[in-house]
């Protein structure tokens, strides 16, 4: 825990970045650490796993999450594609598009970047 806590403090902005799946929910870097503190059991398996691959279906969860928490109103823009919506982006990671799956590597490398995948 004491290298998330690390990297929260180097990279505050990942604190509201989903990384985790605990009790069935995605979970940002910043509530996984909160239940670590607690002591949820599972929440610390979700932290000790964190850097290792997750599941395809917690990919796409925590993708999901990641998207959903864009302000309203936002437009994304997506190279070949143009800008999109948020309902647009979760629509097609729903449909499990190549567009929405295109949006789920880009989570993912987003993690990878920061060192939490």
């Known amino acids: 825990m004491i290298e998330l806590e690390r990297k929260l403090k180097e990279y505050p902005t990942l604190a509201k970045v989903p990384v985790a799946v605990v009790h069935g929910r995605a979970v940002t870097a910043e509530e996984l650490l909160e239940l670590v503190k607690r002591?949820?059991?599972?929440?610390?398996?979700?932290?000790?796993?964190?850097?290792?691959?997750?599941?395809?279906?917690?990919?796409?969860?925590?993708?999901?999450?990641?998207?959903?928490?864009?302000?309203?109103?936002?437009?994304?823009?997506?190279?070949?594609?143009?800008?999109?919506?948020?309902?647009?982006?979760?629509?097609?990671?729903?449909?499990?598009?190549?567009?929405?799956?295109?949006l789920v590597r880009a989570y993912e490398r987003l993690l990878r970047e920061y060192g939490l995948a």
């Not at 395809?56 to 959903?68: C, D, I, N, S």
């Not at 999109?84 to 567009?99: G, N, W, Y």
Request: glycine share 8%; no cysteine; charged share 35%.
């Open 39 to 102: 002591g949820d059991p599972e929440a610390v398996r979700a932290a000790r796993r964190l850097g290792l691959d997750p599941t395809p279906e917690e990919t796409k969860l925590l993708a999901k999450e990641f998207w959903r928490r864009l302000p309203p109103n936002v437009k994304v823009f997506v190279l070949g594609v143009g800008y999109l919506t948020k309902d647009e982006i979760l629509r097609a990671i729903d449909l499990d598009t190549p567009l929405g799956k295109k």
